[in-house]
């Protein structure tokens, strides 16, 4: 869609959405990143499981380098794929938003000023609460390269000697600062889990002035008049859009809280004789951590859910009729021809 956008005339592209650009730019944006992440994530998780079938410590902790390392890459394209994402569903609220300034205030001045600070403010908070959490998960970043070397050293160690202490010591250095990789990546967690609140809040009081005002504007029309069809149209795409990131957005945030107090919480650093289940030596947050890590679909589906068909819903509730006709590839040629043909 942003290459069809890019592909309209000059002239033509004031007759859509003025933020239709941006919008697509960044999903397009966060979709790249989102691959890079998703992909170190996949391989990530299937090298940590190729490890638990080996009994030698020196190849657990060999496949513990490249593990690391990819949590490491994970953590920082993740964080940018969400910031992507989440201020291209901010730029959604600026559609209803410039609707409901422009039908319900055209003369209060002090009130129109009202709303457009409150909404430079929302964004604002969400530019600067991905910020913190983009920085947040660089620094967990660092601390998972660490456990990585951490780890080469201890494999080196268990595979050039008998002695296992020099092996032991880097292999506790390792789970020290995968525990302090976690403890900071779950910044990151509970920022995003700011910002999804603040932005479910957003899209429910922009939303619910929006349909009041499509509602109250209806009222003084015929019922069986074409005015009425478009506005209970109108009313319906917006309602539904609205409906499906407000239930998307609610899902991510009760995930984010989960994986965050997870996180910041959990205890890796125990060696527990009986296994990573023993109860009686990890506290119920490693556990509830270790089950996201061995259940990997479950995350998948909440981020699929909440980031790509969230915005795609909200990407065909911004694409009007007017707009689609203008990025069918008929409508560039003629426009093409039509300026060719200008002296």
């Known amino acids: 869609m942003f290459y069809r956008w890019w592909c309209i005339a000059e ?23 989102g691959i890079v992440a998703w992909s170190s994530k996949m391989t990530a998780l299937a090298t940590g499981f190729t490890a638990n079938s080996y009994k030698d410590l020196a190849q657990i902790y060999s496949s513990a380098v ?42 209060d001045s002090a009130a129109r000023t009202r709303w457009v600070a ?46 296992t202490t020099d092996g032991d010591a880097f292999r506790l250095l390792s789970q020290q600062e995968v525990q302090r990789a976690g403890s900071i990546a779950s910044v990151q967690l509970f920022c995003e889990l700011a910002v999804l609140l603040l932005t479910v809040v957003a899209f429910v009081v922009v939303a619910g002035l929006c349909a009041r005002r499509i509602k109250s504007s209806l009222l003084g029309v015929d019922a069986a008049s074409q005015a009425a069809v478009v506005g209970r149209a109108l009313q319906l795409r917006m309602l539904g859009t609205t409906a499906f990131v407000f239930v998307a957005f609610l899902l991510r945030s009760v995930f984010a809280t989960i994986n965050a107090v997870a996180y910041q919480l959990r205890d890796t650093t125990s060696s527990c004789p009986l296994g990573i289940c023993d109860t009686s030596c990890y506290n119920v947050y490693t556990l509830i951590a270790l089950w996201m890590t061995y259940t990997p679909e ?37 426009s093409s021809s039509s300026t060719a043909a200008l002296p």
Not at 18 to 27: D, H, K, V
Not at 85 to 99: E, G, P, S, T, Y
Not at 122 to 142: F, Q, Y
Not at 301 to 314: F, H, K, N, Q, T
Request: net charge positive; aromatic share 10%; glycine share 4%.
């Open 11 to 33: 002239d033509d592209r004031g007759r859509v959405w003025r933020l239709y650009g941006w919008y697509t730019a960044l999903m397009a944006c966060g979709s790249c990143f």
């Open 66 to 107: 490249l593990t690391y390392s990819l949590n490491a890459a994970f953590n920082v394209t993740y964080a940018i794929e969400f910031m992507c994402l989440n201020v291209a569903a901010i730029m959604v609220l600026d559609r209803m938003f410039q609707f409901f300034l422009s039908s319900s205030l055209p003369t």
């Open 118 to 163: 409150a909404a430079r403010v929302l964004l604002l908070a969400v530019v600067l609460g991905n910020a913190v959490g983009l920085a947040a998960n660089v620094a967990s970043a660092v601390h998972y390269q660490k456990a990585s070397a951490a780890a080469s050293a201890a494999s080196a160690s268990y595979s050039s000697s008998n002695s």
């Open 298 to 334: 479950f995350q998948s589906m909440v981020v699929l859910i909440s980031s790509p068909l969230a915005l795609l819903v909200a990407l065909w509730g911004m694409t009007n009729e007017s707009a689609l006709q203008l990025m069918l590839p008929g409508h560039r040629k003629a």
